[in-house]
Nanobody, 119 residues
Framework: VQLQASGGGLVQAGGSLRLSCAASGRTFSIYDMGWFRQAPGKEREFVAAISWSDGGTYNANSVKGRFTISRDNAKNTVYLQMNSLKPEDTAVYYC?????????????WGQGTLVTVSS
């Protein structure tokens, strides 16, 4: 599967952005998709994930109540609606996909989209 992330940009603290991740290729076998982020000088961290089949979601504690992950299966696209953004949300955001949880991680990654939140 190939992933194309978009929607990043510069926003003031308290503002909102919506990221998109378009999947192509063998999308019918996707188990779930997730969003991760990596801030400068820090390790990549999990943000949110969504089941491709039933839409079940899981969010990191740091974004609960502010970020919402959703999907549009018809468009093979996953979204990350980010509200009440904080400067500490500044990072490169990556979408990822996997066909199975058996591997223990995500196997396919998009190119990343930069989100910058100014104070």
């Amino acid at each position: 599967v190939q992933l194309q992330a978009s929607g990043g940009g510069l926003v003031q603290a308290g503002g909102s952005l919506r990221l998109s991740c378009a999947a192509s290729g063998r999308t019918f076998s996707i188990y779930d998709m997730g969003w991760f982020r990596q801030a400068p000088g820090k390790e990549r961290e999990f943000v949110a994930a969504i089941s491709w089949s039933d839409g079940g979601t899981y969010n990191a504690n740091s974004v609960k109540g502010r970020f919402t992950i959703s999907r549009d299966n018809a468009k093979n696209t996953v979204y990350l609606q980010m509200n009440s953004l904080k400067p500490e949300d500044t990072a490169v955001y990556y979408c990822a996909a996997r066909y199975s949880v058996a591997t223990g991680g995500y196997d396919y990654w998009g190119q990343g989209t930069l989100v910058t939140v100014s104070s």
